[in-house]
């Protein structure tokens, strides 16, 4: 299939701005309940939940997922009116969670550029790659999308004050909305996370606290202070909904790619909140008659510095048991232990995908080289799913006429810096 994603997109964003008063008029959300992704216990929607409580010693509570009547909303939302949706991720909103259309937080996050990079495509040899660019987002990263939904969430729920653990880009995104939303925001980030993080939570009023340690130990502190300070935790799938406002990002795949979705979508994966959620809603997609069962083969990247998925998947295992001592110039890499472990190595397995971990001394040399291939400012993580591709068409996994999707999930500015000096200690 060819496909002109640039111009489709326009055309779409066209479209969106010239409703025609006979539009199919968007149904309400057909949110109807919560289901643990282990136990599948069952909870109301207007109750604030964090994990569920089944585990064990060795297992930590799972994450609920947010459940849809897709039957009852099927006959009356076709994929063609989509068409008419607004230019963001609200364009799925009988799909999402938020009841009221007040609660719905906007700041421009979603529908991102597809981009088939030709000098890029030349150099690997796939010449049916694209790029899925999250950089255009709020607060530069595929962040904004999962964090517009916990806060719209939390918001519509009563939430007065929400805590984040990150790495980088979910704390900006969540004092983004939070502040939007009029909430207070408490995000703990490592102490070396570089300065433009701190800025961004800074002016938009979160409080920061800088932890000596990894987002795990920064967890802690969530832990430690939401009983006391009454914070609601927005952590990653910790919550049920921040997995709902990234799993858009599947639905957008789906309807740029015209229904039809590609080979092999390679996902840069710290929590896995985007891979989880775009398997999710796949499944939701062919429930609603919008696409069939094919599905692509997914990818998880890491660093060789921080790899629990990679060792989980190739040890055959269904949890990933903690990375000790992770270390990776890709701070949304920097995730020693995820909670959501079984999810993605479930959707690994079942789309015949694989799990692929990337030199970490070629991370920074890879954000220059691929930046100035193809004009975007690719963040490392972006950078270190190039480097699979390269890596998986080598070893033959990936097939040149495969139609790849590479995440680029933010952008390099924030990591500019520290990109540059890797750089220079990479040359000498």
């Given at each position: 299939?060819t496909?002109?994603s640039e111009?489709n997109?326009?055309k779409?964003r066209?479209?969106?701005?010239?409703?025609?008063?006979?539009?199919?008029q968007?149904?309400a959300?057909?949110?109807?309940h919560?289901?643990?992704?282990?136990c599948?216990?069952?909870?109301?929607?207007?109750k604030l939940?964090n994990l569920?409580?089944c585990?064990?010693?060795?297992?930590?509570g799972a994450?609920?997922?947010a459940?849809?009547?897709?039957?009852?909303i099927?006959?009356i939302?076709?994929?063609e009116a989509?068409?008419?949706g607004?230019s963001?991720?609200w364009?799925y909103?009988?799909?999402?969670?938020?009841?009221?259309?007040a609660?719905?937080?906007?700041l421009g996050e979603?529908?991102?550029?597809?981009?088939?990079?030709?000098r890029?495509r030349q150099h690997?040899?796939?010449?049916n790659l694209w790029?899925?660019?999250?950089?255009?987002?709020?607060?530069?990263?595929f962040?904004?999308?999962?964090?517009?939904?916990?806060?719209?969430?939390a918001?519509?729920?009563g939430?007065k004050?929400?805590?984040?653990?990150?790495a980088?880009n979910?704390?900006?995104?969540?004092?983004?909305y939070?502040?939007?939303a009029?909430?207070a925001a408490?995000?703990?980030m490592p102490?070396?996370?570089?300065?433009?993080?701190?800025?961004?939570c800074?002016?938009?009023?979160?409080?920061?606290e800088?932890v000596?340690?990894?987002?795990?130990?920064?967890a802690?502190?969530v832990i430690?202070g939401?009983?006391?300070q009454g914070?609601?935790?927005?952590?990653?799938?910790?919550?049920?909904y921040?997995?709902?406002?990234?799993?858009?990002?599947?639905?957008?795949?789906?309807?740029?790619?015209e229904?039809?979705?590609?080979?092999v979508?390679?996902?840069?994966t710290?929590?896995g909140?985007?891979?989880i959620?775009?398997w999710k809603?796949?499944d939701?997609?062919?429930?609603?008659g919008?696409?069939?069962?094919?599905?692509?083969r997914m990818?998880?990247?890491?660093?060789?510095?921080c790899?629990?998925?990679?060792?989980?998947?190739?040890?055959?295992?269904?949890?990933?048991?903690e990375?000790?001592g992770?270390?990776?110039?890709?701070?949304?890499?920097r995730?020693?232990?995820?909670?959501?472990?079984?999810?993605?190595?479930r959707?690994?397995r079942?789309?015949?995908g694989t799990a692929?971990?990337v030199p970490?001394?070629q991370?920074?040399?890879a954000?220059?080289?691929?930046?100035?291939l193809?004009?975007i400012?690719?963040?490392?993580?972006g950078?270190?799913?190039?480097v699979?591709a390269?890596m998986?068409?080598?070893?033959g996994?990936i097939?040149?006429d495969?139609?790849v999707?590479?995440?680029?999930?933010?952008?390099?500015?924030?990591y500019?810096?520290l990109?540059?000096l890797?750089?220079?200690?990479a040359?000498?």
């Amino acid at each position: 299939m060819t496909l002109n994603s640039e111009t489709n997109i326009n055309k779409q964003r066209a479209i969106s701005d010239q409703r025609p008063a006979t539009s199919i008029q968007q149904p309400a959300s057909c949110f109807t309940h919560l289901e643990c992704t282990r136990c599948g216990k069952t909870e109301p929607i207007d109750k604030l939940l964090n994990l569920c409580s089944c585990g064990s010693k060795a297992l930590s509570g799972a994450p609920f997922f947010a459940r849809y009547d897709l039957n009852a909303i099927r006959p009356i939302w076709p994929r063609e009116a989509l068409k008419n949706g607004p230019s963001n991720l609200w364009r799925y909103a009988p799909v999402m969670p938020v009841q009221h259309e007040a609660n719905r937080l906007s700041l421009g996050e979603g529908w991102t550029p597809l981009l088939e990079t030709p000098r890029l495509r030349q150099h690997l040899g796939l010449p049916n790659l694209w790029i899925k660019d999250e950089s255009p987002n709020v607060t530069a990263s595929f962040k904004a999308r999962g964090l517009c939904l916990a806060v719209s969430r939390a918001k519509e729920l009563g939430v007065k004050k929400v805590a984040i653990p990150s790495a980088g880009n979910a704390g900006s995104a969540t004092a983004a909305y939070a502040a939007a939303a009029g909430i207070a925001a408490f995000v703990f980030m490592p102490k070396d996370v570089p300065q433009p993080f701190r800025d961004e939570c800074d002016f938009y009023g979160a409080k920061l606290e800088l932890v000596d340690g990894l987002i795990t130990d920064c967890a802690q502190k969530v832990i430690a202070g939401k009983e006391t300070q009454g914070w609601f935790d927005v952590s990653t799938l910790k919550e049920p909904y921040r997995v709902e406002g990234k799993k858009t990002m599947g639905y957008e795949l789906a309807e740029q790619f015209e229904w039809e979705l590609p080979d092999v979508i390679i996902y840069p994966t710290g929590g896995g909140t985007g891979l989880i959620g775009m398997w999710k809603a796949f499944d939701e997609m062919e429930r609603l008659g919008w696409i069939g069962s094919k599905r692509p083969r997914m990818v998880s990247i890491q660093s060789t510095g921080c790899a629990p998925i990679v060792r989980a998947f190739e040890q055959g295992l269904d949890h990933a048991p903690e990375w000790e001592g992770a270390t990776t110039i890709a701070a949304g890499l920097r995730v020693p232990r995820a909670v959501g472990d079984f999810l993605m190595l479930r959707a690994i397995r079942e789309s015949g995908g694989t799990a692929v971990a990337v030199p970490e001394e070629q991370i920074a040399p890879a954000t220059y080289e691929y930046s100035q291939l193809t004009g975007i400012f690719f963040c490392p993580e972006g950078a270190a799913a190039v480097v699979a591709a390269q890596m998986l068409f080598g070893s033959g996994w990936i097939k040149p006429d495969d139609r790849v999707v590479i995440f680029n999930t933010g952008s390099g500015l924030k990591y500019a810096e520290l990109c540059r000096l890797k750089n220079v200690y990479a040359k000498t």
